[in-house]
């Protein structure tokens, strides 16, 4: 057969060459190359690409054992270490505790970031500036205006206080 035959080819199909570099050998096997399935000697078995993803699997499983299970666990543990990586220490939690029912986020309109970063610069005032005259923190003014209230745990307080400086709606009643 010729050389990178796909095996179904009508040459003349003596079955002891390899299908890929033409040498003649008693002992072939199947191998999937590039997507075709050939016969192939012991040469150029190293070529299947099947067996290049049992051996990434036999050595990614030999680091980690890769059950359902343990991805999971593995998953929360990189999100608990980046939580813990974007709050800093938890020690403001095991002091004040929660305070998810005295300030809880009110639903906001849709693009309510948008709407209170044109007020902001309408009032010709830096985030900085409307953050120190309100008394929050920098942070939760520039992640409203990001419309990361939600993801960034900034209380309704601080939303009732952007309403009524800039005086705009920005919560879906």
């Known amino acids: 057969m010729p050389k990178y035959s796909t095996g179904g080819g009508g040459g003349g199909g003596d079955g002891d060459s390899c299908e890929l570099c033409g040498r003649t050998s008693g002992k072939l096997r199947r191998a999937n190359v590039e997507g075709a399935n050939l016969l ?73 970031g948008g709407v209170v970063e044109s007020a902001r610069q309408d009032a010709g005032l830096t985030p900085e500036e409307l953050a120190e005259e309100l008394g ?27 309403e009524e400086r800039l005086d705009v709606d920005i919560v879906d009643e």
């Open 40 to 112: 192939v000697c012991s040469n150029c078995a190293p070529h299947d690409d099947n067996r290049h993803k049992d051996q990434k699997k036999s050595s990614s499983t030999s680091q980690s054992d890769d059950s359902p299970r343990n991805r999971r666990k593995r998953a929360a543990q990189r999100t608990a270490k980046l939580y813990d990586q974007s709050k800093g220490d938890s020690s403001h939690w095991e002091e004040g505790g929660t305070n998810y029912e005295k300030d809880r986020l009110p639903y906001l309109v849709s693009g309510y």
């Open 136 to 162: 929050v923190e920098e942070s939760d003014v520039v992640a409203i205006e990001q419309g990361r209230a939600t993801r960034t745990d900034v209380g309704g307080s601080v939303i009732r206080a952007l």
